[in-house]
Nanobody
Framework: QVQLVESGGGLVQAGGSLRLSCAVS????????MGWFRQAPGNEREFVAAVRWSGGIKYYAESVKGRFTVSREYAKNTVYLQMNSLKPEDTAVYYC?????????????????????WGQGTQVTVSS
């Protein structure tokens, strides 16, 4: 079992930046594929970014490509989502997720059912 705790959310003006963190605890001897998802009010949860357990493969949703960067720091068992040039439409609750994806691809990395463990979420609000 692994526990995920997100932090770093908050209120920021459009054009600003935030860095979200996802601390992984529990069975950290297993390397997990990590994903970031978000859910805005009235919308379904959607994929934002993903990083392979090795850190060498990353995927992004088209809506955030070039603005968001996902990274991981193994020594701290933490995954980050650096968000720059934020827009009001980025307002959502952001969730991190962990899984072991057998066939890693742009398609599989964005599938929620590929991830077994989820954090509680952190709110990001971007004002115009």
């Amino acid at each position: 079992q692994v526990q995920l705790v997100e932090s770093g959310g908050g209120l920021v003006q459009a054009g600003g930046s935030l860095r979200l963190s996802c601390a992984v605890s529990g069975r950290t001897n297993i390397m997990y594929d990590m994903g970031w998802f978000r859910q805005a009010p009235g919308n379904e949860r959607e994929f934002v970014a993903a990083v392979r357990w090795s850190g060498g493969i990353k995927y992004y949703a088209e809506s955030v490509k070039g603005r968001f960067t996902v990274s991981r720091e193994y020594a701290k068992n933490t995954v980050y989502l650096q968000m720059n040039s934020l827009k009001p439409e980025d307002t959502a609750v952001y969730y991190c997720a962990a899984g072991n994806i057998v066939y890693y691809s742009p398609a599989s990395s964005r599938e929620e059912n590929e991830y077994d463990n989820w954090g509680q979420g952190t709110q990001v609000t971007v004002s115009s």
